[in-house]
């Protein structure tokens, strides 16, 4: 065979990303003269390019090569990762995804043996009526995505600049009545969900019985996503209708009501059903519950590990490195030895990753505010919040054990393990998507390092050491093979973990599969309290949140481009939306493009501020103010200008100085008072480098 299917597999990222375009092309060119592709093709001559786009997306986000992709890690990226990713128009475009994709799993099953071929392409046929509402379901889509779907719903043709730049405008109305936005996207329910139709609002059904949409009868069973997708197909087609036949238009004066009287909160009613109040459970697993005490060392030894990853790092804290800010390798070996129960590896070179329960402890160190990452120069130190460690060690070992079961499954990401592709759903997801599969059948067996390769994956080392941390399951170890690392020969389900993750799953379906300290992580670790205080009376106090006090003074970012560098004074006072207009004026840029800032809070997770005109987040370039950002001399943000053109710039803080008496006013000068004095809220104060044509010369 030309094509070789494991050329990427020991590969790293690095050295993957510059051939994976050729990789995609043997694979493609193999797939269409294999007797599947050949079928395929000749049934289906133009194709879609939904091959290229499902390998490359795999690899980018999560580091899959076709072989070790699993069932489980497909139906990720089928169901957030290319919704996420993808922005189409019109969802004919969506078509022929799905029988592609099958075809080629086929050819992949058939013709390279690949061992969980067969189960993807069963999963992929199941979800082909689903899939189409996933890819225009506002709820999983990023900034840009969430912005043209709200486009298309309120009637706008977003495949034109005229009716992206008509809909900014009407946006920008709303914002300015305090509306964000015409139609704000419904609450969502979780993927392959379905649920009881309501009875809709009566603008709502009337909207609807104009474009000549029939909703499904009260009571039916409704996929929301997949109903969401109708409405917006039917909007598109109404608009087209009203353009094409002039000489029957409907009532406009009508319909322009009744677009006014459709707001979020009406089309969040029709779409989303009442969720059932919580009940505590009344059975064996009530008493289960009640008979477990939690303790330094059980149900499993996270509060004892946890507290001696706490006592390693210290008041002073330490060093940790540049890329990813985690632990030194000289400290690893250690660490892990003064575990309760130290795993065993064979690597030469090990990463803070090669030790799972250490990797997962400090993923809760992140998550909980108690590490944080504070730099200097180009040295990057883990310390402790020595405010936050004195409330821990106010905390009872029941409170302190769910503490970072909070931790764990409501606040913790990717990002707080810098992990460069981080899915788009929480720790917390992925472990209780996970979960069904360990809870199938009360052990598993791995015979091998290729075997055990599937928990790699999904729901991920650090997350299977984290279910034994806290007494979910029970490992069984192996001596590890000279160059490899962890070995796992079984996995064991405990009923105190199954009873666990039933109440986990009721509670987080009660809240509508939403956590609020997961986007603020601010708010006191309590969201778990009402539904385990039943059961585990001793937990009474919380942890509080990390609360970051505004910064005033004069803020000294240095600003780059490439190879250019712009530095810049702006007070603390001033919103981002103007220091956005400091850096595209230091670069002579136009402002007639969307923006962002992205920075990492407190935790380690990173947080976007969005241009006024987007509807993806709670946080605004205009209403966030660089002195309330969490940001020490050292950190770092990134400013992309023009999603299209992507203009990258690195913006790192230098220097945090005392207001001036002139030049930048006053930290308490009043608004009123700088306009009079005509103060600037900030300045360029150096420039090196040429800038960049804004619009270079294309050679097309």
């Not at 053109?645 to 009043?670: H, M, N, S, Y």
Request: charged share 25%.
């Amino acid at each position: 065979m030309s094509f070789n299917i494991r050329q990427l597999d020991k590969l790293d990222y690095d050295d993957v990303e510059p051939i994976l375009p050729a990789y995609i092309n043997a694979a493609l060119d193999e797939f269409v003269t294999s007797k599947v592709g050949a079928a395929y093709v000749k049934a289906n001559p133009e194709g879609g390019g939904w091959i290229g786009t499902f390998i490359e997306l795999g690899y980018l986000y999560q580091e899959l090569t076709l072989p070790k992709m699993t069932k489980g890690a497909v139906q990720q990226l089928m169901e957030y990762t290319l919704p996420r990713k993808i922005t189409l128009m019109d969802p004919s475009e969506v078509e022929d995804a799905i029988p592609e994709l099958v075809a080629f799993w086929t050819f992949l099953k058939e013709d390279h043996k690949l061992r969980s071929a067969g189960a993807i392409a069963k999963y992929l046929q199941s979800i082909e009526d689903k899939f189409v509402g996933w890819m225009f379901d506002p709820a999983r889509g990023g900034m840009a995505k969430s912005f043209i779907t709200q486009g298309m719903a309120a009637g706008y043709d977003m495949t034109t600049e005229e009716g992206m730049k008509a809909f900014q405008e009407e946006y920008n109305k709303g914002i300015r009545s305090g509306e964000r936005s015409p139609l704000t996207p419904p609450t969502m329910a979780t993927p392959s969900e379905t649920l009881p139709m309501t009875e809709p609002p009566p603008e709502v059904k009337a909207l609807l019985e104009m474009m000549g949409m029939e909703l499904p009868e009260v009571g039916s069973q409704v996929d929301p996503s997949a109903l969401i997708a109708q409405v917006l197909s039917a909007t598109k087609q109404f608009g087209a209708a009203i353009e094409q036949d002039t000489d029957n238009d409907p009532d406009i004066a009508a319909l322009e009501q009744l677009l006014a009287e459709v707001n979020g909160e009406a089309f969040t009613e029709t779409f989303t059903p009442e969720r059932p109040a919580f009940k505590p459970f009344a059975d064996e697993y009530a008493d289960l519950l009640k008979a477990q005490v939690i303790s330094d060392s059980e149900p499993g030894s996270v509060v004892q590990d946890f507290q001696m990853l706490l006592e390693t790092v210290g008041p002073e804290g330490v060093l940790v490195s540049g890329k990813r800010q985690q632990l030194p390798i000289k400290l690893l070996e250690a660490i892990n030895q003064n575990l309760a129960n130290p795993i065993r590896i064979a690597l030469q070179r090990p990463q803070q990753k090669s030790f799972p329960p250490i990797h997962g402890l400090y993923l809760l160190l992140r998550a909980t505010g108690l590490g944080e990452i504070v730099s200097k120069g180009k040295q990057h130190r883990l310390q402790l919040n020595s405010a936050l460690y004195e409330d821990w060690q106010q905390l009872n070992p029941t409170e302190q054990y769910f503490t970072l079961l909070e931790a764990w499954m409501v606040r913790a990401h990717g990002d707080m393990l810098s992990e460069d592709r981080a899915s788009v759903m929480s720790v917390g997801d992925h472990c209780l998507r996970a979960w069904p599969m360990f809870s199938e059948r009360k052990k598993h067996t791995y015979k091998s390092y290729e075997h055990q390769d599937n928990l790699r994956y999904y729901p991920g080392y650090y997350n299977v050491a984290l279910m034994a941390l806290f007494g979910f399951v029970k490992i069984a170890e192996g001596k590890p093979t000279k160059g490899k690392g962890w070995r796992i020969k079984s996995v064991e389900i405990l009923p105190f973990g199954e009873a666990m993750m039933r109440l986990i799953t009721r509670a987080y379906t009660i809240n509508d599969f939403f956590w609020d300290s997961y986007e603020e992580n601010e708010l006191p670790f309590d969201e778990l309290l009402e539904y385990f205080e039943p059961y585990f009376p001793e937990w009474q106090n919380v942890l509080p949140g990390v609360e970051v006090p505004f910064t005033p003074g004069r803020h000294i970012f240095k600003v780059s481009l490439g190879k250019i560098w712009r530095r810049i004074a702006i007070s603390g006072e001033a919103s981002l939306a103007y220091l956005a207009d400091l850096i595209r004026s230091s670069v002579n840029f136009d402002a007639d493009h969307l923006d962002c800032f992205t920075y990492k809070n407190t935790s380690g997770r990173q947080v976007q501020v969005m241009h006024p005109y987007m509807n993806d987040g709670e946080l605004f370039t205009d209403e966030v103010t660089v002195g309330s950002l969490p940001l020490v001399v050292g950190s770092t943000l990134e400013y992309l200008f023009d999603f299209g053109d992507c203009w990258k710039f690195q913006v790192q803080l230098e220097a945090i100085e005392a207001e001036p008496t002139q030049g930048i006013a006053r930290v308490k000068a009043t608004k009123k008072r700088r306009k009079a004095a005509k103060v600037p809220m900030g300045e360029v104060l150096e420039a090196h480098g040429e800038a960049p044509e804004q619009y270079p010369e294309s050679d097309w």
